[in-house]
């Protein structure tokens, strides 16, 4: 979605240089009003500094960034309607539950009973009505977290901006507040702006996600695309685990291509490489099952050496090589597989996607 009528934020060609180090490369990006948008990538990838930079607490060194069509990219952080949630919550210990999150509507200068009115909705909205006069000390994490969201929501902001802001919790009340924050975004219909190295946490919660490495989006997309079709070896390795092979297309057609992957040839649909390309070849390891001969059908195979099995819960996660590849595969059923063990490998010519270079 790249009409700048339907984005609540726009990155117009914006670049951050931090003396010699370039943060952020010539990006061009929309985030459509009402989308829960993460921004997902390793550590000094970029993706807090684009954050701040629709904070206002960082400015690009060239570009221009706007937020509901109107230019922002000089204009100070108190003037721009956002509401922001810190990794580590930033509540002022010496305030009550109420207090911290009235902060930003006296700030404003509301009336009192508005004040007051407001924050009561929007505590019972972050079911923490009865924790009024409770201070942060006084709090698990979760409710801390939840304080942090409603001083934030509470001043009814254009866009929510979520800095890594569950990674402070334990794995269970991370994915308990993982639904609850989707379900009120969706409920309150906000455009919120997550950063996150988490992509579990990623997928879970987005409409959107862009995918970025050394201060470039590599990739935009629902969850779905991006995790199914991934463009680039970066994305497909770092949004879950793959399978890379190398190949060379030996014949190509208008609804897919027959590759030769060194000593075996199979089909890729949709692929748009010419006759005699070289390409890079990924397959995700749930996508692969490992089956008798018989039992292929009419799907893409390959022989494969056991080398290790692993129980993992959910899967049983299988080591092979081939031709001194290494390959992964997750089955539910590993009965029958042993280390040395040689097995068919087999998989729908649709699960393979070509990757492009970076």
Do not use: C, N
């Given at each position: 979605m790249d009409s700048t009528a339907e984005a609540d934020v726009r990155f117009d060609n914006v670049t951050k240089h931090y003396q010699n180090v370039v943060a952020i490369k010539a990006l061009n990006l929309d985030i459509p009003r009402g989308t829960f948008f993460s921004l997902l990538g390793p550590s000094g990838c970029g993706k807090t500094t684009t954050l701040r930079m629709?904070?206002?607490?960082?400015?690009?060194?060239?570009g221009e960034i706007f937020i509901r069509g109107e230019r922002v990219t000089d204009i100070q952080p108190y003037r721009r309607n956002f509401g922001m949630v810190f990794q580590n919550y930033a509540l002022f210990p010496h305030m009550s539950v109420a207090q911290n999150v009235a902060?930003?509507?006296?700030?404003?200068?509301?009336?009192r009973d508005e004040i007051a009115?407001?924050?009561?909705?929007?505590?019972?909205?972050v079911k923490l009505n009865g924790f009024e006069d409770r201070y942060p000390k006084q709090l698990s994490g979760g409710q801390q977290q939840r304080v942090a969201l409603a001083r934030a929501l509470v001043i009814h902001?254009?866009?929510?901006l979520l800095d890594e802001s569950l990674s402070a919790l334990d794995k269970m009340l991370r994915e308990e507040m993982q639904v609850e924050l989707r379900e009120l975004q969706r409920k309150l219909g906000i455009t919120a702006v997550f950063v996150t190295h988490d992509q579990e946490e990623a997928l879970t919660m987005s409409d959107r996600v862009a995918v970025m490495r050394a201060g470039v989006v590599e990739q935009v997309g629902t969850p779905s695309e991006i995790y199914e079709s991934p463009r680039t070896e970066f994305v497909a390795g770092f949004l879950g685990n793959s399978n890379f092979v190398d190949g060379v297309v030996v014949n190509a057609?208008?609804?897919?291509?027959?590759?030769?992957?060194?000593?075996?040839?199979?089909?890729i649909d949709g692929c748009t490489a010419s006759t005699g390309e070289r390409v890079r070849l990924a397959l995700r390891p749930e996508k692969i099952d490992i089956v008798a001969d018989h039992d292929v059908g009419n799907?893409?195979?390959v022989t494969a050496t056991v080398r290790e099995i692993i129980y993992r819960g959910a899967a049983t996660h299988v080591y092979l090589e081939r031709q001194g590849v290494r390959m992964?595969?997750?089955v539910r059923d590993a009965a029958g597989l042993e280390p040395g063990r040689e097995v068919r490998c087999a998989w729908a010519a649709s699960s393979m996607v070509v990757l492009r270079d970076a």
């Open positions: 629709i904070a206002g607490f960082e400015h690009p060194t060239q902060f930003g509507l006296k700030m404003r200068k509301l009336r009115k407001r924050v009561r909705e929007t505590l019972d909205l902001p254009t866009v929510l057609s208008a609804d897919g291509a027959r590759i030769d992957i060194g000593g075996a040839q199979i089909r799907r893409e195979s992964q595969a997750y």
